[in-house]
T-cell receptor, first 110, second 111 residues
Framework: SQTIHQWPATLVQPVGSPLSLECTVE??????LYWYRQAAGRGLQLLFY??????ISSEVPQNLSASRPQDRQFILSSKKLLLSDSGFYLC?????????FGSGTQLSVL | GQNIDQPTEMTATEGAIVQINCTYQ??????LFWYQQHAGEAPTFLSY????GLEEKGRFSSFLSRSKGYSYLLLKELQMKDSASYLC????????????FGSGTKLNVKP
């Protein structure tokens, strides 16, 4: 079965600092991978998705970027964090018809 | 684009039945999903409808009407552990890779 590993679980960063969140996948090859962000009490906003190595689709213009250097690795980055980047970040993979999520990273930008 | 609407919050009693509605307007549709999310945790998959009708899975059932752009999640014999947010999501027709989520319905189950 597919497992999504995501770390860290929580992160507190100052405004203007860089960000790197990593997601790795086990149990499947060439998965579609996704980054979502969830603001407090809100739904999930699709940020990026990737269908393969080096292939990134961005959903909304923002202060973030994504990269897929390996088949089972998906990285979310920022050069300079903003207060508005705070939220719960979820990595997901698609298996058959469904999305499976990692455990998430709660990012607080102060 | 995608426009997915759900009630913000609902309250129900342990042992009762509750129906959570979801309406959507999309430029294309290829499947509707329901996820459960406990506070501070990742969403977990509950159900998937691509054709009209009712899909039953234990205490949970999900219904879809594509012509009406409408779905509901039915939870029977409510338990306290069912207190969570329930997210409705739609997959795009022209891009099977895109999944769009509603804002979620927070369900409070009371004794």
């Amino acid at each position: 079965s597919q497992t999504i590993h995501q770390w860290p679980a929580t992160l507190v960063q100052p405004v203007g600092s860089p960000l790197s969140l990593e997601c790795t996948v086990e149990g499947t090859s060439n998965p579609n991978l996704y980054w979502y962000r969830q603001a407090a009490g809100r739904g999930l906003q699709l940020l990026f998705y990737s269908v393969g190595i080096g292939q990134i689709s961005s959903e909304v213009p923002q202060n973030l970027s994504a990269s897929r250097p390996q088949d089972r690795q998906f990285i979310l980055s920022s050069k300079k964090l903003l207060l508005s980047d705070s939220g719960f970040y979820l990595c997901a993979g698609k298996l058959l018809e469904k999305l499976f999520f990692g455990s998430g990273t709660q990012l607080s930008v102060l | 684009g995608q426009n997915i609407d759900q009630p913000t919050e609902m309250t129900a009693t342990e042992g009762a039945i509750v129906q959570i509605n979801c309406t959507y307007q999309t430029s294309g549709f290829n499947g509707l999903f329901w996820y459960q999310q406990h506070a501070g945790e990742a969403p977990t998959f509950l159900s998937y409808n691509v054709l009209d009708g009712l899909e039953e899975k234990g205490r949970f059932s999900s219904f879809l009407s594509r012509s009406k752009g409408y779905s509901y999640l039915l939870l029977k014999e409510l338990q306290m552990k069912d207190s969570a947010s329930y997210l409705c999501a739609v997959r795009g027709l022209y891009n099977f890779n895109k999944f769009y989520f509603g804002s979620g319905t927070k369900l409070n189950v009371k004794p």
